[in-house]
């Protein structure tokens, strides 16, 4: 069975500093993957997603960037966090072959303080 | 833009009564609609899929319905219980897995009391 892993679960990190947020995905190949933020009263806001390694497609622009290095690791990343950065993370795979449901990973809680 | 609206953010209803959520959307009828459950500080976790040629599905307690005349999406949890508390989402899957993004609602939050 397909299994979704994302990591820290919650950091506290200081206005200014860099961030990386890991996330695979297993028992599957070739998934689109994708890094949603989830804001206190703002739903589920689509960051970037991926079709294949070193694909990536940015819905918002911002301070953050993605990277897919291997075909079932996903990664978010910034060179400097703002304030506003804060929020929850959600890592999340779907394969057509596994029907047209999105799984999401455990989620990250990221504040910057 | 597309735009999807769940009508209510809140809904607190009595154990054993049906719940009725609500999701509305403009311009395109989506390939699929999508209703996902998320408790608090966890993922959103996948409950039902509907097709755009389908006017309704059902799982267990669970019930949604397509009117996309009204552009509108309907869910039912019927024989509610206190365990079906949390936060229900819609989302838009416009291209039913092509280009494999969906479009969430920011969810309505429902409280069952005992």
């Known amino acids: 069975s397909q299994t979704i892993h994302q990591w820290p679960a919650t950091l506290v990190q200081p206005v200014g500093s860099p961030l990386s947020l890991e996330c695979t995905v297993e028992?599957?190949?070739?998934?689109?993957l994708y890094w949603y933020r989830q804001a206190a009263g703002r739903g589920l806001q689509l960051l970037f997603y991926s079709v294949g390694i070193g694909q990536i497609s940015s819905e918002v622009p911002q301070n953050l960037s993605a990277s897919r290095p291997q075909d079932r690791q996903f990664i978010l990343s910034s060179k400097k966090l703002l304030l506003s950065d804060s929020g929850f993370y959600l890592c999340?795979?779907?394969?057509?072959?596994?029907?047209?449901?999105?799984?999401f990973g455990e989620g990250s809680w990221l504040t910057v303080v | 833009s597309q735009k999807i609206e769940q009508n209510s953010e809140a809904l607190n209803i009595q154990e054993g009564k049906t719940a009725t959520l609500t999701c509305n959307y403009t311009?395109?009828?989506?390939?699929?609609l999508q209703w996902y459950r998320q408790d608090p500080g966890r993922g959103p976790v996948f409950l039902l899929l509907?097709?755009?040629?389908?006017k309704e599905k059902r799982k267990e307690r669970l019930k949604v319905t397509f009117d996309t005349t009204l552009k509108q999406s309907l869910f039912h949890i019927t024989a509610s219980q206190p365990a079906d508390s949390a936060t229900y989402l819609c989302a838009l899957d416009l291209y039913g897995g092509s280009q494999g993004n969906l479009i969430f609602g920011k969810g309505t939050k429902l409280s069952v009391k005992p």
């Open positions: 311009n395109y009828s989506p390939a699929y």
């Open positions: 509907i097709r755009e040629n389908e």
């Open positions: 999340a795979w779907r394969h057509l072959r596994s029907g047209n449901t999105i799984y």
């Open positions: 028992g599957t190949s070739n998934p689109n």
